[in-house]
């Protein structure tokens, strides 16, 4: 009898801030585990998970936005760390929206030079009435780069998400699962899931008050079968984003801090108490040691 063919390897989501990278991860895999919002570089590292599917394994690198907007420190860790995965994929799935922009184009010179396979995914399709209007843009994406496909998906209307984990399987080498059975997460990877559930909520109840440059430092001290107690500090550049943080008599601080809890509740199956701080350093973002101290830009779990 002959064996099925099973397909398995590692594929990386990139693309410019804001583009749905995470949103469409969250449909593919059911789970809420990268964060999700409106506002650009949500997600501060490349993060391993897995989509085990009848034919294959799909192991999905998620990465920063890639952007040339902002010159600190910050943002060039991030884009390094975006980048710096990119020759070590099996698959690069590089997502755009309806319209090509200068930093599409730094993704796609990137794609260029790792000459790695990759296909090209629209998203935001919902936003489109004629979907005929699509196809000067598919011509200038392919004379852009030679890419494997040219797929359309709407992350948040769950359109097009099949097909397209079809297609990434379709061009995946044929090899055993890189990974058996259930993964249990470390420590590490924990607190991680913490920093970036609070960070979402700051994110989406701050809007434009406060810039991209606060970031999640997260300690569990306590934890049994039932209840689970987590120390979260959130740093921020300067007092008056401290001020905004925490609101009038610390009301925004308890809303993000009642949003957070119900969503890590559901992660680890109990009871949380989530205990939030803010703190402020003058220009932090811009500050490479520190940075490099809070471990931002780091690959985990990758290839």
């Known amino acids: 009898?002959?064996?099925?063919?099973?397909?398995?390897?590692?594929?990386?989501?990139?693309?410019?801030?804001?583009?749905?990278?995470?949103?469409?991860?969250?449909?593919?895999?059911?789970?809420?585990?990268?964060?999700?919002?409106?506002?650009?570089?949500?997600?501060?590292?490349?993060?391993?998970?897995?989509?085990?599917?009848?034919?294959?394994q799909i192991v999905f690198l998620d990465t920063p936005g890639i952007h040339n907007r902002n010159k600190k420190a910050l943002n060039k860790v991030l884009n390094k760390s975006?980048?710096?995965?990119?020759?070590?994929?099996?698959?690069?799935?590089?997502?755009?929206q309806p319209t090509l922009h200068a930093?599409?184009?730094?993704?796609?010179?990137?794609?260029?030079?790792?000459e790695v396979p990759a296909i090209c995914v629209i998203n935001k399709i919902d936003q489109v009435k004629n979907k005929n209007s699509l196809l000067p843009l598919m011509e200038q994406i392919?004379?852009?780069?030679?890419?494997?496909?040219?797929?359309?998906?709407?992350?948040?209307?769950?359109?097009?998400?099949?097909?397209?984990?079809?297609?990434?399987?379709d061009h995946l080498p044929d090899q055993d699962p890189l990974y058996e059975g259930d993964i249990e997460l470390s420590s590490k990877e924990r607190l991680f899931q913490v920093d970036e559930i609070v960070r979402e909520?700051?994110?989406?109840?701050?809007?434009?008050?406060?810039?991209?440059?606060?970031?999640?430092?997260?300690?569990?001290?306590?934890?049994?079968?039932?209840?689970?107690?987590?120390?979260?500090?959130?740093?921020?550049n300067k007092p008056?984003?401290?001020s905004i943080v925490v609101g009038n008599k610390g009301e925004m601080l308890k809303k993000i801090g009642t949003l957070a809890r119900k969503d890590l509740e559901k992660v680890f199956s109990k009871k949380v108490m989530l205990k939030l701080w803010v703190k402020s350093k003058a220009?932090?973002?811009?500050?490479?040691?520190?940075?490099?101290?809070?471990?931002?830009?780091?690959?985990?779990?990758?290839k």
């Open 201 to 236: 909520k700051l994110i989406r109840q701050l809007g434009a008050e406060i810039p991209y440059e606060l970031y999640v430092e997260s300690l569990i001290t306590e934890e049994d079968a039932r209840l689970i107690t987590i120390y979260s500090t959130i740093h921020v």
């Open 1 to 56: 009898m002959t064996k099925t063919k099973h397909k398995a390897g590692y594929v990386a989501v990139i693309g410019k801030p804001n583009v749905g990278k995470s949103t469409i991860l969250n449909a593919i895999l059911g789970t809420k585990t990268f964060i999700t919002s409106r506002k650009a570089q949500t997600t501060r590292n490349n993060i391993l998970a897995i989509k085990n599917l009848s034919g294959g």
């Open 283 to 302: 220009n932090w973002s811009n500050d490479q040691k520190f940075i490099n101290s809070l471990g931002i830009g780091s690959v985990k779990n990758a």
């Open 103 to 114: 930093n599409d184009m730094t993704v796609i010179k990137a794609i260029k030079e790792a």
């Open 240 to 242: 008056s984003q401290k």
């Open 142 to 169: 392919s004379q852009e780069h030679n890419f494997l496909e040219i797929a359309s998906t709407s992350a948040t209307k769950k359109d097009g998400i099949d097909e397209l984990m079809e297609l990434i399987l």
């Open 82 to 96: 975006a980048l710096s995965i990119i020759p070590d994929t099996d698959l690069i799935v590089f997502m755009c």
